[in-house]
């Protein structure tokens, strides 16, 4: 089954403490992308990557970083969070042709709380 | 990102109805799209419209890309139950060299008891 998956689903965490959310795509896309949903903002993109070893900062990428060693993991790092990155994270993937990239397949979802 | 900016911001449907929501943006773009998100899932792509003045239907979803091409609308007929959910707007503007989708900040689409 085609799918992005993430994990955990769901993680409960100390200001400070690092952490990494993992992603994995199984549709040889080249595209990745993290967002973070928040209510009231809608989705906001955090970093992508338009293929292996290319990653470029979307509108909220401090305190995060990314890294893209294989096609099919794009994990997102938070080296010390803080109680204002608790949010609901997604990682999406897509083709990255002409207009591909606009169409993409989102993972369930990963819920951050930092305290 | 650019702005979008999507209206109503929540809405009450009652089985049967038809339902519009709109989304506008201050600046041109070349690609509107439509997302939906379930209670607990990720978003899942609707329609993408590609082209000023396209109108493009997916069942009882229909979407158009405004002519303006700073504005995109989405209508549902004949509302179902599990047409609740968050619906987004997203958009990709014409002059930036990035690879950035903006999204707007979602209606949620409630049944009406």
């Known amino acids: 089954e085609a799918q992005v998956t993430q994990n955990p689903r769901y993680l409960i965490t100390v200001t400070g403490k690092k952490l990494t959310v993992t992603c994995s795509q199984n549709?040889?896309?080249?595209?990745m992308s993290w967002y973070r949903q928040d209510p009231g903002l809608g989705l906001r993109q955090i970093y992508y990557?338009?293929?292996?070893?290319?990653?470029d900062k979307g509108d909220v990428p401090e305190g995060y970083k990314v890294s893209r060693k294989e096609k099919r993991n794009f994990p997102l790092i938070l080296e010390s969070p803080s109680p204002n990155q608790t949010s609901l994270y997604f990682c999406?993937?897509?083709?990255?042709?002409?207009?591909?990239?606009?169409?993409?397949?989102f993972g369930p979802g990963t819920r951050l709380t930092v305290l | 990102g650019q702005q979008l900016n999507q209206s109503p911001q929540s809405m009450f449907i009652q089985e049967g109805e038809d339902v519009s929501m709109n989304c506008t943006s201050s600046?041109?773009?070349?690609?509107w799209l439509w997302y939906k998100q379930d209670p607990g899932e990720g978003p899942v792509l609707l329609i993408a419209?590609?082209?000023?003045?396209e109108l493009t239907s997916n069942g009882r979803l229909t979407a158009q890309f405004g002519i303006t091409r700073k504005d995109s609308f989405l209508n549902i007929s004949a509302s179902i139950p599990s047409d609740v959910g968050i619906y987004f707007c997203?958009?990709?503007?014409?002059?930036?060299?990035?690879?950035?989708?903006?999204f707007g900040a979602g209606t949620t689409v409630t049944v009406r008891a």
């Open positions: 999406a993937s897509s083709l990255s042709g002409v207009n591909s990239y606009n169409e993409q397949f």
């Open positions: 549709m040889n896309h080249e595209y």
């Open positions: 990557s338009m293929n292996v070893e290319v990653t």
């Open positions: 600046s041109i773009f070349n690609t």
């Open positions: 419209l590609y082209k000023a003045g």
């Open positions: 997203a958009g990709d503007s014409s002059y930036s060299n990035d690879y950035k989708l903006s």
